[in-house]
């Protein structure tokens, strides 16, 4: 696993991009993050270029689900080339997991191959999309369908950065956090971070919330590395997405305003309720995990029944016949993974 700083700003970047002789550097980054990129981002790079004749290549793009596609990816390839990038140049990507996963993408098959790096911006990809290697874009109405596994060189984590992020995309990322916690709580992370979240929106206590981002990029780390290509582990990084993925079918068919993360939440309460149907949680996990999560500002109640759910997931391209993997929860920080038939009861709710 190559390294993952975790700093307030970017003053040790220079530092990072020097440790991997990054060479001729190109910037690609979310236009909602060009205040950052100008402030902290492109002074670091320009130090960290050892020949004065090197210049720094830039391109801004917008982001969003519809423009994370092979055409996107394309256009960025595009630039590299007209921009003269070679081999040898490298790809720093600022932004949240949109911009991660793309220019990582673009980055793993540029000439075969090129160096990157990411500078996450939002919560999310500081915790999770910006950690283990696994770049793609949508393909045909499929989420992620088409990418690589890559590993970046290194992911600089710049607190600094969640200061302009919406509030809703804060929150969002909250449930990736919390979902660290769940399936490793060393130090008691998860009864920290259920302290701090819900005070965040009144006034940040950043060293903390360092310290929890540093914690839960950690887990990922630690998982990443024991198993890359998802055999077996990896899958743990699951929870709560089973549920979660039916979520957002179901609010895409409706016309419904759900986020991954609001999606994500409510799919670990019921992920909580499933594993205590099956008696692997003691009763009461899933009430005092919703609370907690509510408290997080969080929402945690699904608009859709679990019949409705499990008709989405019995669709799902991963189901296996009418059996679905879910990572079940037995205790806060002990997780196990399950391939459960869709026809237990518990799936007929209505
Ligand atoms: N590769 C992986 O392992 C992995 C893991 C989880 C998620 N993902 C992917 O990540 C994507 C979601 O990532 P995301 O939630 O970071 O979304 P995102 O990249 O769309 O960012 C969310 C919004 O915040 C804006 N933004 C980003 N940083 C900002 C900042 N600091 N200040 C102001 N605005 C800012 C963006 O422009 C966007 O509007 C999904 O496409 C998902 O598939 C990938």
Redesign the pocket.
Known sequence: MNPIYVKYDCSSLEAALRECGAGRIFVIY????RQ?VEEQVLLEALNALDDEESTIEIYEM????EK?SLATVESICQWLLESGADRKSFLLAV???????MA?FAASIYMRGIRFAYV??????MV?????????V?FLDY??ML?TFCEPQFTYIATS??????AR?FI??ES?LIKSFIIENNDEAYERAVKLLPAMTEGANIDELTALIQAAAAVKGGIVTRDFREGGERRKLNLGHTFAHAIEHLARENKADI???EAVSMGMVMAARLSESLGIAPEGLADSLKADLAACHLPVDCPYTVAQLAGAMGKDKKADGDKVNFVLIRAIGDVTVEKLSLSLPFFNQE
């Open positions: 979310d236009e909602n993050v950052f917008a982001v969003s689900e994370k932004g949240g997991g949109i911009t991660s996963d990582g996450p911006t939002t919560l999310l990809s999770d999309a910006a950690i283990g290697g696994k770049t793609g949508n989420k992620n990418g950065a969640l200061e302009t992020l919406p995309d969002g990322g990736e986020t991954h993360g």
